[in-house]
């Protein structure tokens, strides 16, 4: 709660005057006033409006028992709530707030009220709550749904603003490498390369490389280069995941040089490919939850595969398998063996290390498929390189060991 304690006014408690008065009225709304503190400070002002705010959220609720219960402050009203959620936002910073309103969620059970419209209106929209309102997609009386799929569309909307351009640059230059000519035009030269393929024809007297091999790649025509197939675990663990997964799909099917296929599963598998010009769309046909089945998902990915030396094969789940674990090792080895680029993700999120089942991880990366966490800005250089059929960049992220 550093950050939050941060935005309270200076000279507000009457123990905060000087350093040492600071640091006690930060360890005080840190700390919540009970009386095993041991700060002795006083609030006042914005600074008690602050830890009311706090202690709504995360109190030991004294007159539920001992200390730890789970405090009751926010009431069970969506007028006590809506205020809550006005408070936070005035005394807290943007990204405070998002972290308040998921703890709010998870602690206190107001999943239900955000099938109210005017609550919707309230919140600070972020991915946590995209995935909170999907969640609820199948609840959410007819009311709300156009308030949800507004709240939706903003956060989309900006995924997309902060992804897209770099995305489709990285990608567009990685298309263009793959596809290398053997007698390139002086500005089609892939100088790295060809330096690389000629280190033999060193001449050291004249401390230079005689080229005798060109290298070099061609410009990006019109034509499809590249099949990617994106394979989503819609599991109620994956929401995240699913928002990212998405806003990407819609991206890389409006580049005419990849040919995008979205297929999300549980125990089912949808192909949503026919909704990837609207990642909302998208997003309101999955169904987060239920039980999941990797290898009936893979084997409908396989089905459609045409071209497998150029398909790409992204599969995005924590590998919790109900489905028949060794077929699913099979189908990722034939596809392998054919020439797809196989990758496997844990996450696609900003969320941190993701729990997910090592034993199915340790096979996958046995089968050369090392599966790894993957952040939404990390997301195209993983893609560009998988284009290339080069090695994954892997080393910074999380990665099944």
Avoid at 35 to 44: F, Q, S, V
């Amino acid at each position: 709660m550093s950050t939050a304690t941060e935005n309270g006014t200076a000279g507000e408690s009457a123990a905060a005057s000087g350093t040492g008065g600071e640091r006690l009225r930060r360890w005080r709304l840190v700390l919540g006033g009970d009386a095993a503190d041991g700060t002795g400070c006083a609030l006042g002002g914005t600074d008690a409006a602050m830890d009311g705010a706090l202690n709504a959220l995360y109190g030991t609720g004294k007159d539920k028992g001992t200390a730890g219960n789970r405090s009751a402050g926010l009431g069970a009203s969506a007028p006590s709530v809506a205020r809550w959620l006005g408070d936070i936002r005035t005394y807290f910073p943007s990204s405070v707030v998002q972290v308040m309103q998921r703890d709010a969620i998870d602690r206190l059970g107001l999943s239900t009220l955000l099938l109210e419209p005017e609550m919707l209106e309230a919140v600070e929209a972020d991915v946590h709550l995209v995935g909170t309102l999907l969640s609820l997609n199948k609840a959410m009386p007819e009311t709300t749904k156009e308030t949800a799929r507004t709240v939706v569309r903003k956060v989309v909307d900006d995924l997309e603003k902060r992804l897209a351009t770099r995305t489709r640059s990285t990608l567009t230059g990685a298309l263009d490498r793959s596809a290398r000519i053997s007698r390139p035009r002086h500005r089609d030269i892939d100088w790295d390369r060809t330096i690389r393929a000629n280190l033999k024809n060193y001449l050291p007297e004249f401390n230079t490389v005689v080229p005798e091999r060109l290298i070099g790649y061609g410009r990006a025509s019109q034509s499809v280069k590249k099949d990617v197939v994106l394979c989503i675990d819609q599991s109620g663990s994956m929401a995240a995941s699913v928002v990212y997964a998405s806003v990407f799909g819609a991206v890389l099917a409006s580049m005419r040089s990849i040919a995008t296929r979205l297929v999300v599963f549980d125990t089912a598998v949808v192909d949503l490919t026919d909704q990837l010009d609207d990642p909302v769309d998208v997003l309101f046909g999955t169904q987060l939850g239920g039980g999941t089945d990797i290898n009936r998902a893979l084997a409908y990915c396989q089905s459609q595969i045409t071209r497998p030396a150029d398909t790409v094969v992204v599969l995005i789940s924590d590998l919790y398998e109900g489905g028949i674990r060794d077929e699913m090792l099979k189908r990722v080895a034939a596809m392998k063996a054919s020439g797809v680029q196989f990758v496997a993700l844990l996450a696609l999120s900003d969320e941190g290390t993701p729990a997910y089942d090592h034993e199915h991880a340790a096979a996958l990366a046995a089968l050369g498929a090392p599966a790894f966490a993957c952040t939404p800005d990390l997301f195209p250089d993983v893609m560009a390189a998988a284009i290339e059929k080069r090695p994954l960049p892997i080393s910074d992220m999380v990665t099944h060991q």
